[in-house]
């Protein structure tokens, strides 16, 4: 999002610390990773000022904005999709908007997850109760029960294909066999979702980092990007 959000023309941009502290991180290698891989969405990357988009503001677990009279809440609930989630929640309509903590129909993104902390995130999420939800990908969720659904949809993806990965991984099991092993298992039930055979790759590779020896995501560089590809993929 970094990368396009300079086009709105926005006075303001938030995120959370956690999220600039990313941008600093990895915003040119994720940049740079994203234009090889999709040269045609990036005419024109020239025109993003100072090459990245930086946050005008920043915050520590919760912001409060009054547009008018309407309250909005940008809140960090946890880690998940990536360490500085956000999400914006409308108390008085119970309205959330997840971003990539909840999809729908489509499959979750995680190549820079945690993914021992999601469950945990969308119990905090759920804890809101929530009656109307916008997820990052897929239809807006209008009634509760469309919204539980959600939730235990996202849920199921991450624990599903986590737990699968640290099965094969302790059995000492490389990681081509592992995500061969994890597409299988899961795609009878997930192949369906918006972006499955994208998304896959980066999920099984960041879970098996999670799962042996990395805590934290590692930067994905143009370069490992296409590593990535070529040892799962062919």
Known sequence: RVLGA???GAEHIIASEDTRDLIVERGQFDKDSEIGRF???????ESVPDGLTWPTMTFNKKMTLWLGKLEVQILQLGRGHTKGDTVA???????LFSGDLVEFG???YAG???FNDWPQTLDNLAALKPEKLVPGRGAALQTPAQVQEGLAGTRAFIS???ESVKESAAKGEDLRKVYEATFAKLQPKYGNWVIFNHCMPFDVTRAYDEA???PDPRIWTAERDVQMWK????
């Open 160 to 162: 599903d294909l986590y």
């Open 231 to 234: 040892s799962l993929e062919g």
């Open 89 to 95: 929640w409308l108390p008085a309509e119970k309205i």
């Open 39 to 45: 040269p045609r969405l990036f005419q024109n990357v």
């Open 106 to 108: 489509a499959t979750p």
């Open 212 to 214: 042996t020896q990395y």
């Open 112 to 114: 820079d997850a945690y």
């Open 6 to 8: 300079s086009a709105y």
